[in-house]
């Protein structure tokens, strides 16, 4: 299983807010190491959606937005559209053994 | 604007090993970014496997250090993955990515590789 927890599911109705959440321990996000999100429509590549935490990348739209606390963070999506249904990762380092980059095992956002 | 492309076969027999390349354009690979390769299994998450700088210095995912081995040829602006002794559990989409500080800023589209005899 992954390093990071997420659930592997979310849904919301169009308009709504909805959170994901990513779990991890004191040797990656409670490290303060930095986590990022990638969304991955369905049969294309992860694209970079935030990075150190809660910076999004030139084109991406404000609807989106991270946080982190402690060993655990969380990626908001507000105003849900069709449009952001894919599936999302959450990223970060693991100091443990030789140090490595980590992913979440992802969540399907579904839109209702 | 810069683009990745891995290629390779995209069938492999098990106990062989799998060998892939991704041509970088529209940046050199002697900047300073680390070249990584992350792989997707059917229906499951994201696997980061390893990645390398332009120094030669390189990363291993711990779970596949014993298997895997990347290389860089800055001549030909491209890198590239070995991972040996492969089995069906090795099927999966690769992808190439670039690694800007600790995030993946540009990812390659994937090349799916079946381990199969």
């Known amino acids: 299983q992954s390093v990071l927890t997420q659930p592997p599911s979310v849904s919301g109705a169009p308009g709504q807010r909805v959170t994901i959440s990513c779990a991890g321990s004191t040797s990656n996000i409670g490290a303060n190491y930095d986590v990022h999100w990638y969304q991955q429509l369905p049969g294309t590549a992860p694209k970079l959606l935030i990075y150190?935490?809660?910076n999004r990348p030139s084109g991406v739209s404000d609807r989106f937005s991270g946080s982190k606390s402690g060993t655990s963070a969380s990626l908001a999506i507000t105003g849900l559209q069709a449009e952001d249904e894919a599936h999302y990762f959450c990223q970060s380092y693991d100091n443990n053994l030789s140090g490595w980059r980590v992913f979440g095992g992802g969540t399907k956002l579904t839109v209702l | 604007q810069v683009q990745l492309q891995e290629s390779g076969p995209g069938l492999v027999k098990p106990s062989g090993t799998l060998s892939l390349t991704c041509a970088v354009s529209?940046?050199?690979?002697?900047?300073?970014?680390?070249w990584n390769w992350v792989r997707q299994p059917p229906g499951k998450g994201l696997e980061w496997m390893a990645e390398i700088y332009h120094s030669g210095n390189s990363n291993y995912n711990p779970s596949l250090k014993s298997r895997v081995s990347i290389s860089i040829d800055k001549s030909k602006n491209q890198f590239s993955l070995k991972l040996n002794s492969v089995t069906a559990a090795d099927t999966a989409v690769y992808y190439c990515?670039?690694?800007?500080?600790?995030?993946?800023?540009?990812w390659g589209k994937g090349t799916t590789v079946t381990v199969s005899s």
């Open positions: 990515a670039r690694r800007s500080s600790s995030y993946m800023d540009v």
């Open positions: 150190n935490d809660n």
């Open positions: 529209g940046d050199s690979i002697s900047n300073s970014y680390w």
